[in-house]
């Protein structure tokens, strides 16, 4: 289980390493780009029955903590459902992955 930390919050967002991986390559583009959104998810079954947004701005700081040591290999079709997503006026849902084929591409180690 990954980590997202967001603001000066000191209790992160808990997202599976895979997933977080993704939405990291989606939200770093929308943020080089200064574009400002939201991200949504659900609260896992271990929480309270919920789902949380939060509002994702370039000015506010945010980190990435993963609990593996290796970047899994990323989905094209992923990447690009979550993309389209953060283009909409709902923001960013972020969804569980559904693998179709074998298009995925190779992760930069950051």
Same mark, same amino acid.
């Given at each position: ?17 895979? +997933?977080? +991986? ?12 200064? *574009?400002?959104?939201?991200?949504? @998810? +659900? ?11 939060? @509002? ?13 040591? *290796? ?5 094209? *079709? ?6 389209? =997503? ?13 693998? =179709?084929?074998? +298009? ?7």
């Amino acid at each position: 289980m990954g980590s997202l930390y967001y603001g000066d919050s000191a209790e992160p967002i808990g997202i599976e390493d895979r +997933a977080l +991986a993704h939405l990291k390559v989606v939200i770093s583009t929308k943020l080089r780009r200064n *574009e400002s959104f939201t991200l949504s @998810w +659900a609260h896992p079954e271990t929480d309270v029955v919920g789902r949380s947004t939060i @509002w994702l701005h370039p000015s506010i700081p945010l980190r990435f903590v993963f609990d593996e040591a *290796e970047p899994p290999e990323l989905s094209r *079709e992923w990447i690009e459902a979550l993309a389209r =997503s953060a283009n909409s006026t709902g923001g960013i849902a972020l969804v569980d992955e559904r693998i =179709s084929g074998p +298009a995925s591409l190779e992760t930069a180690r950051s």
